[in-house]
């Protein structure tokens, strides 16, 4: 499933019917058509071919997941390899209480108040949300390498003489990769999900831009009779993040698996 | 001659795995007779646990039961009804496992596990109060050797020793055991001297209530002062049955004579060689003799199942060496 | 106990955790020393402590008292403090193969390392040592790209041997090395490290509760009870002629199969009673209430240790007489610790 979103993303200009209405682009005299063979997803209230749309919606969605977890993963886990290595020293306090603050403000709030203090744009919104993302991996990486911290192998290692940073890279991150590729594929849904309502209220992508949040939210002042305009950008919405679930669900499946 | 309790024949057991079959039990065959004390030896993978928990019907959903009668009190253990196997499992067989930490729950009390099994089983009459049901208990812990009982009830099993939740295991098992007792490796995660007690404890239980016990272990010196009949078991095969002076007296297959051989000696005379090799694959098991990868003596007969051959005073042999 | 030329000198050792529950005193004065290709053997049951010795040797623990020398050289800081050099000569060998190598490297991961770490080769000759490492522990090469998980038992902990090994050291301590393994492997594990120890001159802290397998590997043996030695003794000595009422205890319990096993034991010491916690340990002699022998000042005084023969030492109030030994340095000072 994730593989269908990911290639269409990708592909969007070829595959799209109708690339051009992703941009600006008005056409009065189709307005709201309704779903045809020339529409399948039927037009919006521009005119605009609301299938074209989802499958650029789908470009700017993954887009945004793979920015925000690309910021957040990488400092995320080190910091909790670093807080378990240390473990019981000053290090692990202040960085899991660090952690622990960003962790209290629900992310969903601070993006919005970031988002409406500062220009509403996609950038920012992403921003706000990385912000608010990274320690949630350093609590799950924290919990692995705190865990491993004395099992016999790594206490070899550094009677070996291996240095901090060999043990925190090499013997306990791979021990954490299981969990940590599971919760970035959870997560690129949640990430959507918070982008799409962020567009939702206005505060994300801003028109024309084809995000699906938008698109939901413009569609939805037709409903209930022209229900295409919403309807399609939301169940577009479902199958990414459920799509995304199920690949999490097979990637936690295989490491445990291996574990055994 | 009086009929056996226990008669196990041509068990043949498998469990389906991802890449197939494993064909872990091959025609494991041996009875158990009233008040009679058998001891399973063999290291680990060889299937001892497997076998028993064939017996009292506990295998995993995996297992494949591909063959094989369990005869126990006349009754085919492998076609009677779950009601029938619950009456059972309450009122006449017990195991007692190897890890006393895992077989006891640990978010209820002790007395909680101990009373639920014995309202269940025959030691007191149908719909107990709670009064009898809680002496008894008492009474079950007593007969474990465990000091004020009575604390011990309330007690979680966090609280207690390892060698205390053996003796708690003993007593739940005591509840339901009135015919037949399945140790395995009772001993094995508690300190040498507890060991001893916890045995020594079991030697007079069984004694006094005349049970039949089958004891697994791979620590022969332990089954040495226990049991009265031993089982060699290899890769899921029995490969000797003999009583228990005799075998040490006389071992005659080879693995046995090599796994007694094995056994660092407390009066000295330095480390003995092990055995060379690994346990065969249980996928692709070989045809014959399951042990013929390591055996000093394999010859090309060995590709052919090797059957038991009996050289007289109980004691009897599954290869080649000796005929068949 | 202690030679001027013994490699490891241990002395008046005590490691205290302080736990929620109380103090634990896990290794509570304890003194010994290891010469030069000696296995030493340190036998006792849980929470005896041994196993912490062990693991205060190699710095995974650092005492809360005493002096711990190595070649003349302090160990007394944790192993994230010692100096490359200093660890490259003290490794251990655990007893759990599965949790020791990391599920996750494939064998020559793990056999890199401690060459890596230790500049012992590099570029091309890193693979040929882990191959040369793996020819020593007759592991096949092809082995070496596969993970612990398809190994079996014993050839794991033929690795954990290997990579312990590989730094060149010249002691290993041996924590319970084949306490995890069947018989028939034990054996193999147990003649390759007396092999290892002849071709390399290592010494050996070897640490079981297996009595009848100490008999066979240590050249000098040590039993251990909540945190103290209370006996020690060369191992013909100590199995022939045990003197404390726990070695007793122990030696009895231990279950043999032959009859001249049977008859070497000592005269039976019925095993009662079980180990106190190492909270709330017993005043006097730690080991009184389950002491068949116990006497009147047995709850009230800790028995010094004295040496009642040549080179037997014992703590026990059964056997008062004799000169307390000398605890460090060379000669016999001798201190009385009466009262």
């Known amino acids: 499933m994730v593989l269908f979103v990911v290639s269409m993303a990708l592909l969007a200009p070829l595959v799209a019917p109708y690339p051009g209405h992703a941009e600006f682009f008005v056409d009065y005299n189709n307005s709201l058509a309704q779903p045809s063979l020339q529409h399948l997803f039927g037009t919006d209230q521009f005119g605009r071919d609301v299938l074209s749309r989802v499958i650029f919606g789908f470009r700017y969605s993954l887009m945004m997941a793979a920015v925000v977890l690309s910021l957040v993963v990488a400092p995320g886990v080190v910091l909790g390899l670093v807080a378990g290595y240390y473990k019981g020293s000053i290090i692990e306090t202040i960085v899991m209480r660090l952690a622990d603050i960003f962790l209290a403000v629900p992310p969903l709030i601070l993006a919005l108040s970031i988002s409406s203090v500062l220009t509403p744009s996609v950038f920012n919104a992403m921003m706000a949300v990385s912000l608010m993302w990274w320690p949630w991996y350093t609590r799950l990486v924290y919990s692995i390498s705190s865990s491993l911290r004395n099992e016999p192998f790594v206490q070899a290692a550094e009677i ?101 | 001659m009086e009929q056996p309790l226990l008669e196990v024949r041509d068990l043949h057991v498998s469990y389906a795995v991802y890449q197939g079959l494993l064909k872990v039990i091959d025609g494991v065959e041996f009875s158990v007779a009233r008040r009679e004390k058998v001891g399973v030896i063999g290291e680990s993978g060889c299937g001892k646990t497997t076998t028993m928990k064939s017996i009292m019907r506990i295998l995993a959903n995996n297992a494949v039961v591909e063959g094989g009668v369990i005869t126990y009190k006349d009754r085919d253990l492998m076609k009677i009804s779950s009601h029938d196997l619950t009456v059972l499992r309450r009122t006449s067989m017990s195991m007692i496992f190897q890890d006393p930490t895992a077989a006891l729950n640990p978010v209820f009390k002790v007395g909680d596990q101990l009373q639920d099994v014995v309202r269940y089983s025959k030691l007191v009459g149908h719909n107990p109060t709670d009064k009898e049901v809680r002496s008894k208990a008492i009474e079950l812990l007593k007969a474990a050797a465990l000091p004020e009982p009575a604390r011990i009830l309330d007690s979680y099993p966090f609280q207690l020793s390892g060698g205390m939740r053996q003796r708690v295991c003993i007593a739940l098992s005591l509840a339901s055991a009135q015919d037949l007792l399945i140790a395995d490796e009772p001993g094995t995660s508690l300190d040498v001297t507890i060991e001893d007690q916890i045995m020594r404890l079991l030697k007079g239980i069984v004694e006094e209530k005349g049970l039949s016990v089958i004891l697994i272990t791979h620590s022969i010196g332990t089954a040495k002062g226990f049991v009265t009949k031993m089982l060699v078991m290899y890769a899921g095969t029995i490969v000797e049955e003999s009583p228990t002076e005799e075998l040490f007296v006389n071992p005659l297959h080879p693995y046995t004579q090599l796994l007694l051989k094995a056994v660092p000696k407390l009066t000295g005379g330095g480390i003995p060689e092990g055995i060379g090799g690994r346990i065969p694959s249980y996928l692709s098991p070989p045809p014959g003799c399951r042990f013929v990868n390591r055996c000093p003596f394999a010859m090309t007969k060995c590709q052919s199942k090797p059957p038991f051959v009996h050289v007289g005073n109980g004691h009897k042999v599954a290869c080649f060496l000796y005929g068949g | 106990m202690i030679l001027q030329e013994d490699i490891l000198q241990v002395s008046h050792l005590k490691k205290y955790f302080k ?237 043999v199969i032959t009859p001249e096993e049977e008859k070497m034991k000592p005269e039976k010491v019925v095993s009662t009673g079980e180990i106190s916690g190492a909270i709330d340990i017993p005043p006097g002699c730690s080991f009184h209430p389950r002491c068949p022998f116990r006497m009147d000042i047995c709850d009230k005084v800790d028995p010094p240790m004295i040496e009642y023969q040549e080179g037997h030492y014992v703590s026990c109030h059964l056997f008062p007489a004799g000169v307390p030994s000398a605890s460090s340095g060379s000669g016999s000072k001798s201190s009385s610790k009466d009262k």
Do not use: C
């Open chain 1, 160 to 260: 070996i003489g291996a240095k901090p940073s060999h043990i925190m890279f090499r013997e306990m991150l791979p021990n954490a990769l299981g969990p940590i590729l599971t919760k970035m594929t959870l997560d690129a849904g949640w990430v959507i999900l918070i982008g799409a309502s962020l567009s939702f209220v206005g505060l994300g992508a801003q028109p024309p831009t084809p995000d699906l949040g938008t698109m939901v939210s413009d569609g939805a002042k037709f409903l209930p009779d022209q229900w295409w305009p919403s309807m399609f950008p939301a169940a577009a919405i479902v199958l990414v993040i459920l799509g995304f679930n199920l690949l999490g669900d097979g990637i936690r499946e295989m490491f445990a698996a291996e574990a055994v």
């Open chain 3, 19 to 255: 736990t929620s529950r109380g103090l634990v005193r896990a290794v509570d004065d304890v003194s010994f020393g290891v010469a030069l290709n000696e296995t030493f053997g340190l036998v006792g049951e849980s929470g005896s402590g041994k196993s912490t010795v062990g693991h205060i040797v190699v710095g995974i623990y650092s005492p809360t008292e005493g002096k711990i020398t190595f070649s003349g050289r302090d160990i007394s800081m944790g192993v994230g403090r010692r100096p490359k050099d200093l660890k490259k000569e003290l490794q251990i060998v655990f007893q759990d193969p599965a949790s020791s190598l990391n599920p996750r490297r494939t064998i020559r991961q793990i056999l890199e390392l401690p060459v890596r770490v230790h500049g012992l080769a590099s570029g091309d000759g890193v693979g040929r040592r882990v191959y040369e490492i793996m020819d020593r522990i007759e592991l096949p090469h092809e082995y070496a790209d596969r993970y612990p998980g398809e190994l079996g038992g014993g050839e794991k902990q033929a690795v954990a041997i290997g990579r312990a090994l590989a730094t060149d050291p010249s002691l290993v301590v041996l924590d319970e090395p084949t306490s995890a393994l069947d018989v028939s492997i034990q054996a193999k594990i147990i003649n390759m490290l007396l092999k290892f120890q002849k071709e390399y001159g290592l010494s050996y802290l070897f640490i079981t509760h297996n009595l009848s397998l100490m008999r066979n590997v240590a050249q000098r043996v040590a039993i251990m009870y909540l945190g103290k030695v209370r006996e020690l003794a060369e191992t013909s000595e100590f199995f022939s002629n045990p003197l404390h009422p726990y070695t007793k205890m122990l030696l009895s319990a231990v279950p």
